[in-house]
T-cell receptor, first 112, second 112 residues
Framework: DSGVTQTPKHLITATGQRVTLRCSPR?????VYWYQQSLDQGLQFLIH???????AKGNILERFSAQQFPDLHSELNLSSLELGDSALYFC???????????FGPGTRLLVL | LAKTTQPISMDSYEGQEVNITCSHN???????ITWYQQFPSQGPRFIIQ???TKVTNEVASLFIPADRKSSTLSLPRVSLSDTAVYYC?????????????FGQGTTLQVKP
């Protein structure tokens, strides 16, 4: 158990819908990272927050957005969902910017 | 555009040493190199992290040459339970945005 929690574990929704994925980092960690893992794209970095502020952005679609709240938990919002958004979404946390990232168990999203 | 390259798959036998190399030509000057292990339907699990030369912990060693354009994960005396996908993770200097790049993953199959 990494200490990072993600909810929900599974999510099934329809195209065009909007979903919110939630991540609680390990106690004391200030950084939260979001990744998407699909069969054809592998692990793709989406976005990094540090202590509530956006620190780096990867290949995150404009339909996707994220934020980190004052209690340091983070949410990833996915809107206008498409079939291709079906994937595993992982959250990771670390103490700072360069420290080891610890991954949560992931949220499996299926868009029908 | 930065690219991180690993072999797609490797086979080994129990008790052997396994070396997996990751090429990362555009690694950011200040970025660390981190290796993760992933089992099916689980989040990546931290193995080892380094900046240069050699790092060793209780499960693996990491060798990084002076130019830091590659790194080699060494797993001593593998067992069947080491069958998993192994990923390297580095920063991306070409974008200078703090973007993180995972390799495509190396599937290690350990045979009895």
């Amino acid at each position: 158990d990494s200490g990072v929690t993600q909810t929900p574990k599974h999510l099934i929704t329809a195209t065009g819908q909007r979903v919110t994925l939630r991540c609680s980092p390990r106690s004391g960690d200030l950084s939260v990272y979001w990744y998407q893992q699909s069969l054809d794209q592998g692990l793709q970095f989406l976005i990094h927050y540090y202590n509530g502020e956006e620190r780096a952005k990867g290949n995150i679609l404009e339909r996707f957005s994220a934020q980190q709240f004052p209690d340091l938990h983070s949410e990833l919002n996915l809107s206008s969902l498409e079939l291709g958004d079906s994937a595993l979404y992982f959250c990771a946390s670390s103490l700072g910017d360069q420290e080891t990232q610890y991954f949560g168990p992931g949220t499996r999203l299926l868009v029908l | 555009l930065a690219k991180t390259t690993q072999p797609i798959s490797m086979d080994s036998y129990e008790g052997q040493e396994v070396n997996i190399t990751c090429s990362h030509n555009n690694i950011a000057t200040n970025d660390y190199i981190t290796w993760y292990q992933q089992f099916p339907s689980q989040g990546p699990r931290f193995i080892i992290q380094g900046y240069k030369t050699k790092v060793t912990n209780e499960v693996a060693s990491l060798f990084i040459p002076a130019d830091r354009k590659s790194s080699t994960l060494s797993l001593p005396r593998v067992s069947l339970s080491d069958t998993a996908v192994y990923y390297c993770l580095v920063g991306d200097r070409s974008s200078n945005t703090g973007k993180l790049i995972f390799g495509q993953g190396t599937t290690l199959q350990v045979k009895p």
